[in-house]
């Protein structure tokens, strides 16, 4: 996929979100009664904007091979960090990011070990995994699933934007500590598969009018931090290494100032990063190989066959 063209498809690719309605049994759960309950479009729970999904492929030619930094010289990245040596080598951010208070952040690294997207977003979405690298996590899963992906990537416009490979709606709550209150989200996330081997995990936040689909009752619920924007570029680069790009724009809630938010929310993605760099070359006690396996044995007992990519 040439570099203009990964461009526009991620363009086109979040106006699609703001617009499209999809069909209504796409994204639902069975209640307790076991009815089926219509959730609802896209349109209405997606809130990720163009200039975020730009920003997502922001990068250098080495790096996503997407643009270069003049195409759009309105996007201004500040760094933060930057070392060669280091797992994550760079950091950058945009200080309040469409107007939205909290900056955006980007994270750059590169990795030794196959690129393997399921198990990247399982270290963040499994929370046997994610506890072995967030201190602070409580709980993280899974609750409105998307099993009809033929239907998704219809919606999508057969492959336009890649292959959907995982949709679904999902909740993380993390604990208190330091005298801050205990935090929860409920996301949208998703993955999209590109032909060249590259995959864009994604997600934003739903709207508080969302907060019925939480789960627990009203005594359970804890401040809403907002993720605004998340998204994951993997890119091979090699056969065993790739590279990865980490942009996030989240508001932690409760009135913090960012100049105390921003630095924990570095620490805990270099966290991840040191563990995804483990956990990628099979180190101390990595399950990569047994991860995979178990996966292919999934898939097979699933038997999905995307409609898109070849097989």
């Known amino acids: 996929m040439s570099c203009p063209t990964l461009m526009n498809s991620l ?3 979040s106006k699609f979100l703001h617009s499209h309605e999809w069909p209504c049994n ?24 163009t200039d975020a999904f730009l ?12 643009c270069s930094t003049t195409e ?29 208070g909290a900056p955006i952040l980007r994270f750059r690294s590169s990795l030794k070990g196959p690129c393997v997207s399921d198990a990247f977003a399982n270290l963040i979405m499994n929370l046997d995994e994610r ?12 609750l409105y699933p998307i099993h009809d992906l033929d239907a998704a990537n219809i919606a999508m416009g057969f492959g336009k934007y890649g292959d959907c490979s995982r949709l679904g709606v999902g909740y993380c709550q993390t604990k208190a500590a330091f005298g801050v209150s205990a935090r929860e989200q409920l996301t949208m996330c ?6 060249d081997g590259s995959t864009i995990i994604w997600g934003t936040e739903m709207e508080d009018w969302h907060n019925h689909l939480l789960p627990g ?41 960012n100049f105390l938010t921003t630095p924990v929310i570095c620490d805990t993605v270099k966290s991840l990063f040191r ?23 999934d898939d097979s007992f699933l038997n999905r066959h995307s409609i898109l990519m070849p097989h």
């Open 26 to 49: 796409v994204l639902s759960r069975t209640t307790s009664e076991g009815s089926w309950l219509s959730m609802m479009t896209v349109s209405n729970t997606v809130s990720t904007t």
């Open 11 to 13: 363009d086109e690719f």
């Open 72 to 100: 759009h010289p309105e996007i201004k990245w500040k760094t933060v960090e930057a070392n060669k040596k280091r797992t994550v080598h760079k950091i950058e951010k945009i200080d309040n990011f469409k107007g939205l």
């Open 55 to 66: 920003t997502l492929c922001h990068t250098d030619t080495h790096l996503l091979r997407c």
């Open 131 to 142: 506890a072995k690298w967030d201190a602070q996590i409580a709980d993280v899963r899974e």
């Open 217 to 257: 009752n009203d005594e359970d619920r804890h401040v809403r931090a907002k993720s605004h924007i998340f998204s994951t570029t993997l890119i091979p680069t090699g056969e065993d290494s790739f590279d990865a790009e980490y942009v996030l724009q989240m508001d932690l809630g409760g009135g913090l100032p």
């Open 190 to 195: 998703g993955i999209q598969d590109l032909p």
């Open 275 to 297: 563990h995804a760099e483990k956990f990628f070359q099979g180190q101390e006690g990595s399950e990569l190989e047994r991860w995979i396996e178990q996966q292919a044995l």
